[in-house]
């Protein structure tokens, strides 16, 4: 059995049914103006990550796998927000208002895409999603069983809010979840620490975590 280094023991990997799940890695998460900046954050910590992700989905590219990319956002109309979910907080910008990078978190406004950088390649599912996991009122789940999926591996923001929702659901469908450390960045240092700790925890009763090179390497190999 061919399996990646990772925490809290190896990763038993089957490549024919493993894919990678980018989540949110959007310009208003990451970007000055944006979504993440509303609500006073440090967007820098984001961007930061951007090379390792791209060099994470480069690799199950170039190894054949499959990567589905995730964005939050909602309809123009906002029929999909809840009321509370715009309420909450105190940003100086709420979902559906106009910021500098068109209306924050609507579906098909400048600021909700995915980063150029790691911008999807024609055949690879993108989820838009409501909520913050991305089993939540999509597709996600049908995509999944559709192509025989049964091992995800997780990058993308923010690790203990977007990631950590989705994986937790993901574990309760049955899905094998490895969370990449390095393409995984929250707006709080010790909030990705925290998330990484509880994911792996309890001889990894969310999943397991590893390091990108670990990764990266096994794939390419198996
Ligand atoms: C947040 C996310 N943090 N993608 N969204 O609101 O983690």
């Known amino acids: 059995m061919v399996e990646i280094k990772a925490q809290p023991f190896p990763f038993p990997l089957r ?54 990319h995730t964005m939050e956002c909602h309809r123009p109309d906002l029929s999909d927000l ?19 990078m068109g209306r924050i978190l609507i579906a098909g406004e400048p600021g909700t895409a995915i980063l150029s950088e790691l911008a999807p390649i024609d055949g690879e599912v993108v989820i838009e ?28 923001v923010t690790t203990e809010v977007c990631v950590q929702t989705t994986m937790r659901e993901a574990n309760d ?6 969370l990449c450390e390095q393409a995984t960045e929250s707006y709080f240092p010790e909030f990705k620490e925290a998330a990484i700790a509880m994911i792996r925890a309890q001889g990894a009763i969310v999943g ?12 390419s190999h198996a």
């Open 82 to 100: 809840p009321v509370a979910k715009r309420n909450r907080g105190q940003p100086s910008l709420r979902i559906g208002d106009e910021g500098p």
């Open 173 to 178: 469908r049955g899905y094998e979840c490895l």
């Open 129 to 156: 999603k409501p909520g913050k996991g991305a089993f939540y009122a999509t597709v996600l789940g049908d995509v999944l069983k559709e192509r025989g999926i049964t091992q995800l591996v997780f990058a993308g």
């Open 15 to 68: 490549k024919q049914e493993i894919a990678l799940v980018v989540i949110d890695m959007q310009r208003d998460f990451a970007e000055p103006g944006g979504f993440g900046a509303s609500l006073g954050n440090d967007v820098g910590r984001i961007a930061r990550i951007v090379p390792d992700v791209k060099r994470l989905i480069q690799g199950f590219r170039e190894a054949g796998l499959k990567v589905i």
């Open 208 to 219: 397991w975590t590893a390091d990108i090179d670990d990764i990266l390497e096994t794939i």
